[in-house]
């Protein structure tokens, strides 16, 4: 980790943050969510929306999941480029599964995004299935992963 980060858990009322994240997300991720998406996740009961702020409160990264019963979906998770291979992805992961322990979380991430691949294998997410031409623009398969305790790696 090259600089502090902290992370927060957003709220409504976090709307310049919330327009950080999809400024972001339309750098970082083809057909990725508008603002008004975030907007309307973070008014969901059962959904998270975490950023990383830098010193200067900047977002440098955020996750999004939402989760019903004993099971949740990591709907996205994206750095900003200058501030990759830092750790801010590792932080943000370890906060949600602190904050998800005991749940099966799953994911999908497309086969050829080896980066987001390789974090989610760290953090011990199994492979358990291909959704064929899951993705638009490019078509692309995705890879389903899964992580629950007794998955532990
Ligand atoms: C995937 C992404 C979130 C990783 O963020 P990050 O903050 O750079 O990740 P970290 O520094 O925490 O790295 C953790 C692990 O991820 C993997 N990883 C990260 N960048 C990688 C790269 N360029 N190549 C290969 N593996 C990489 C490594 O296993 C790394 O562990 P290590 O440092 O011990 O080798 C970032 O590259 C990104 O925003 N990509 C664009 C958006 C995206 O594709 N999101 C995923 C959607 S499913």
Redesign the pocket.
């Given at each position: 980790m090259m600089q502090k980060i902290n992370i927060k858990k957003l709220c409504e009322s976090d709307i310049d943050l919330l327009k950080s994240c999809a400024e972001?997300e339309n750098i970082?991720?083809s057909d990725g969510w508008s603002y008004q998406s975030f907007l309307s996740e973070i008014k969901k009961q059962n959904s998270y929306i975490l950023v990383?702020l830098n010193q200067e409160n900047q977002v440098?990264?955020f996750l999004t999941a939402s989760y019903v019963l004993d099971t949740a979906d990591?709907t996205?998770?994206?750095?900003?480029?200058e501030?990759?291979?830092?750790?801010?992805?590792?932080?943000?992961?370890k906060f949600l599964l602190q904050e998800l322990k005991n749940y099966h979380i799953f994911?999908?991430?497309?086969i050829s995004?080896?980066?987001?691949?390789?974090?989610?294998?760290?953090f011990c997410f199994k492979q358990v299935g291909i959704r064929k031409r899951f993705y638009q623009n490019p078509i692309e398969d995705a890879i389903l992963m899964q992580y629950g305790e007794e998955n532990l790696c």
């Open positions: 972001l970082c991720i990383a440098t990264g990591l996205n998770i994206a750095v900003a480029s501030f990759r291979n830092q750790g801010i992805a590792s932080e943000l992961l994911l999908e991430v497309r995004n080896i980066p987001a691949i390789n974090l989610y294998q760290k």
